[in-house]
């Protein structure tokens, strides 16, 4: 240990066990990575440390987590340190206190490497929405890492980070691991406080970990999980979460939606899909088909609730508290003008559409009918675990798309999600695992496929359990795209 090789190639356990054997010392290692970081050839970060601004707050814990350095989404407060949610809104914000999460992973000892680029307000499914430019992905820097914790992905994929923090309202940690080739988990809303991580929509916003593995996104859980009396919605994961270790999957049943499954899924993507249910099979888990009634309504309802809830958050994004402030003539029109400068596209259009459903007149046909949508697929999903133990579909109907590919027609962009937010809808815990690899449906060079799971509310150890032995019988390799980061 201790030449760069092994350093790169280390998860972030493997990192930290070998600073505690004491093979490498934690300030090696936190230089060896933050010149990585300072090498990124994919705007994954919009920010990053110096060795002191690193280590700033971090406990000297001896714990299994201590001196794996973390890249942290630019979405999460963090105190004395610029957090902009990658919108020009917030340029120039400094935030006077750290968010719960990050507080966790410092007290745990892990210094943090930076904050990561992402779509504008987590808006987004390619990372082509942050007012700081796009993101790109480690494996063909032609194409978006997915969104809109893409610089959380790219960083982790293309060997910029051991492992990152992301946040998902509808597919912002899965979509982006998937199109990576990384693992991502969307834990339980409520698993983990989501206080000082800047609101999108409260009642879907959860955060979580992208890592090199499954055992890492348990290590990172387990740090993570927990009640916070900041955040009045948390309860965190009863017993906690461990280090998983299952190598079979006997005796578990894996549930398919197939109607889900009828359009729009690329060649590829339904070729890796199909062999890791024959993983599954040849582990001693079962397939069974199942249905989901409501779940092609979904993006229908979140694109409803999602800006519904995003309009009443942004609304304090006004020119007087943070950030931004632009004309100063009069009280209206620096509202006014901050918000028509310091927003971009999306953000504006969600806006409109969320302020628009929530109109008096409106409000029971649009949002009220969106939430009745919502408890449907509640339902579907609380019938499916009655007759299975984990749902899976791809992580995503598409390999990573290319730039501007798009970014023309938000619709085509939100049915990116088609299979993330009916999952997000219901609340309940998910894991995207690399699935191998899948020529994308006009050719070129082959792109990791994302495999998820669902299961149950705060069933996580069951599902980091079934993942890890899953991801044993796949063996992805996701070692090719570890130089791709690199200017
Ligand atoms: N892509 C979805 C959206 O644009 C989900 C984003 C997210 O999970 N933050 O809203």
């Given amino acids: 240990m201790g030449n760069n090789t092994e350093l790169l190639a280390a998860s972030g356990a493997e990192t930290a066990a070998q600073i505690a054997a004491g093979e490498v010392s934690a300030a090696e290692v936190l230089d060896f990575w933050l010149a990585r970081a300072a090498g990124d050839g994919l705007n994954g970060y919009l920010w990053q440390a110096d060795r002191d601004s690193a280590l700033s707050g971090v406990a000297d814990s001896g714990g299994p987590l201590a001196g794996a350095p973390i890249a942290i989404k630019d979405i999460f407060c963090t105190e004395g340190v610029p957090t902009t949610a990658a919108s020009k809104i917030l340029s120039g914000y400094v935030p006077p206190y750290t968010a719960t999460a990050v507080g966790h992973l410092r007290a745990a000892g892990m210094p943090m490497l930076g904050k990561t680029n992402m779509d504008e307000f987590a808006m987004g499914s390619s990372n082509e929405n942050s007012a700081f430019g796009a993101c790109l992905n480690p494996w063909d820097t032609g194409r978006v890492p997915g969104g809109s914790s893409g610089g959380s992905a790219a960083v982790v994929a293309g060997g910029l980070a051991p ?6 309202t509808g597919g912002s940690i899965r979509q982006p691991a998937g199109f990576c080739g990384i693992v991502g988990l969307k834990p339980t809303y409520g698993a983990i406080s989501r206080f000082g991580m800047i609101a999108f929509a409260s009642s879907l916003d959860q955060c979580g970990p992208l890592t090199r593995d499954v055992t890492d996104a ?9 009640r916070d009396e900041m955040d009045s919605t948390s309860v965190g994961i009863e017993g906690g ?4 270790s299952a190598e079979r999957l006997d005796g578990l049943t ?15 993507v339904l070729a890796r899909f199909e062999d890791t249910l024959i993983r599954i099979a040849e582990l001693g888990g079962e397939i069974v088909d199942i249905e989901l009634p409501h779940a092609e309504h979904a993006i229908s309802a979140y694109y409803v609730l999602a800006p519904a809830e995003a309009s009443t958050n942004l609304s ?3 020119g007087v508290r943070y950030g931004l402030r632009a004309s100063d003539e009069d009280l209206l029109s620096m509202y006014e003008v901050t918000r028509e400068e310091g927003f971009g596209p999306e953000v504006k259009r969600r806006i409109m559409l969320g302020t628009y459903a929530l109109s008096s007149g409106y409000y029971d046909a649009y949002y009220g009918g969106a939430q009745r949508v919502r408890t449907r697929i509640v339902e579907d999903f609380q ?9 899976v579909t791809p992580t995503s109907p598409t390999v990573a798309f290319e730039l501007g590919e798009k970014t023309a027609d938000p619709w085509s962009m939100y049915l990116s999600d088609i299979f993330t937010v009916p999952i997000s809808l219901a609340g309940v815990p998910a894991i995207s695992i690399p699935a191998g690899l899948a020529e994308p449906e006009g050719g070129g060079p082959e792109l990791p ?13 069951k599902l980091l359990e079934a993942a890890h032995a899953l991801e044993g019988a796949i063996g992805f390799d996701g070692s090719a795209a570890l130089e791709g980061g690199l200017a």
């Fill in 163 to 168: 492992w990152s923090l992301g946040t998902d």
């Fill in 218 to 226: 348990a290590l990172l859980l387990a740090a993570l999980q927990g």
């Fill in 241 to 244: 979460i461990e280090a998983p």
């Fill in 254 to 268: 894996f549930g398919v939606p197939r109607d889900l499954m009828r359009e729009g899924i690329e060649a590829g």
């Fill in 316 to 318: 304090r994004y006004d």
């Fill in 383 to 391: 019938d499916a675990f009655g007759q299975v133990d984990f749902v």
């Fill in 449 to 461: 496929v994302g495999f998820q799971i669902a299961a149950p509310a705060f069933a996580e150890q």
